[in-house]
């Protein structure tokens, strides 16, 4: 839900919910798909030991999705792609507490790298299958997550 915040809208999951759950742009329906892009937002984790999150986009070939994930309660931050239900690859490092935190995503090709605060956190490559810029959403796990200052850059 959109929630006001010290003077500044935000959006806020409490539970299982997801946002932003739909097609990018009208180019993508058309199959313009990007293989190199970036995610930048902020990210709050409300109640630390309780709040898990992802951030979602699709995974190529079969459509699976390519998650960055955030768990409070592991103080970890981590990826996997994940096909047919099937987990495939993770890595993760510690972090986190109550506060707001800047989180930068960038996929070149199969490359992946990840960001918290400007410090390089995962530097990934995919060992096969391809991230994509076809849908992106927000997914809060559990506990309350609030997003800030989404933005989707395809390259």
Known sequence: QRM????NYVLEGDGHHHALAHRLAEQFEK???????EI???????????SRAHIN???APDEGRFTVWLDGAEKSIGLFEEMHGQEINKAKSKVFSSRWYALLIIVQE??????????LMLDYESPGSQPLLKNFNLETLSGKVRFDDVLVIAR
């Not at 006001?4 to 003077?7: A, I, S, T």
């Not at 199959?31 to 892009?37: C, E, L, P, Q, V």
């Not at 930048?40 to 309780?50: A, E, I, S």
């Open 4 to 7: 006001l915040v010290e003077n």
């Open 31 to 37: 199959g313009d798909i990007a293989a190199n892009f």
């Open 40 to 50: 930048h937002l902020k990210f709050y984790l409300v109640n630390p030991p309780g």
């Open 57 to 59: 986009t699709t995974l």
């Open 110 to 119: 199969r490359h992946v790298q990840v960001f918290l605060d400007d410090k």
